[in-house]
């Protein structure tokens, strides 16, 4: 269907004209009666083939005149009342005209339904090319997220590598921290310690063997003085580098004698409780409680201006606990959590959990602080 021609077939025209022509002649000369509306009805389907709406209308048009001259200039037959004949004609006016309108009628509807449903199609192909272009975009961004996450992906992975070789680099250092300290300590002790000792009796042997003069005997006394301070110097930074009686003695008797120790210096005065430790206790662990304890009672001295403090070590079969707690000035843990500045908290955690303990930090300003740690043993969870 061509909808934008205006002309209609050139045949369609010939056929009704002449169909049209011949029935007005025969509707002139014959006593059509009733046949007339029908025969005429035939032009006007043939119109109605034609796309365009004015044409069946116009031909329509066209037959109704046809059909009133007919009736005016036909043959008047006797005996045929003139209400029949109007009737009659009236009659061939409405066949004519009610087909065409009800056909056209039904075709405009049809027209606007097609339309609608062209339009209808249009838009869904429109809207199927939008569906089709978002889909794209988001193929391509999710394409997109997908790498963006591999690469962060590799960067975490290359972070928590780092992290765990820095973590077996610190274990190591404190590893090698601690042998070095307790060789440095052996060296001490056992060389550098006896040989001040034997100076000492030397001096005392040659102190004696002189000849008494006061001069020399009083410097001689000075000199065994000195030497036997030094050699308690000694002994002392022996102890403190590693404390032999914490591998002869055990976790508990070091500790005290630390504490004494610390008591003395400082004059703060700690309390030290312990209880079903097992015995014996495993070097690392014991070394590891010593150090945190060590640490943590450095702490009080430093920074919490306490008068007292507390060490608790209790021991169960799963393992140990240790608690050092002072009542002083406290602090807020969430601010001192820089690894390089916080060196003391970093190695008591790098200890702790190089045998699988963890610590815990309890304090708050005005508070007090208390250092907790746990230390599964062998063959336990932490
Ligand atoms: N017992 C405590 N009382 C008050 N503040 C403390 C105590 N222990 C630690 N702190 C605070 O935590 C910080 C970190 O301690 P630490 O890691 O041992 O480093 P350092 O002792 O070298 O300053 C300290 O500088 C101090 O402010
Ligand atoms: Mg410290």
Sequence with gaps: MNKTTTIPDPRLIAATSTLAAGLFVLDLWLPLGVAVGVLYWGVVLIALASPQRWFPLTVTGACSILIIVGALLGPIHSGVPLWMAVTNRLLSLLVIW??????????????????????????????????????????????????????????????????WQLRALAAQLLTAQDDERRRISRELHDDLNQRLAMLAVEIETFQQRLPSSKLIAEKLRSLHEQVVELSDDVRHLAYQFHPSILDDLGLPIALQRYIEDFSTRTGINVTLVHKDLPDPLPQDIASCLYRVAQESLGNVAKHAHASHAAVELLGSETGVRLSVRDSGVGFDPTKVKQPLICLGFTSMKERVRLVNGRLEVKSSPGQGTEVRIWIPLAGSSP
Excluded: M
Excluded at 116 to 126: K, N
């Design 98 to 163: 009610v087909p065409v309108v009800v056909f056209l009628e039904r075709r405009r509807g049809v027209e606007a339904l097609r339309r609608a449903y062209d339009e209808l199609e249009r838009r869904v192909e429109e809207r199927t090319a939008e569906l089709v272009k978002a889909n794209q975009a988001l193929e391509a961004e999710i394409a997109e997220r997908k790498r963006a996450e591999a690469s962060l992906w590799e960067t975490q992975h290359a972070l928590e590598q780092n992290r």
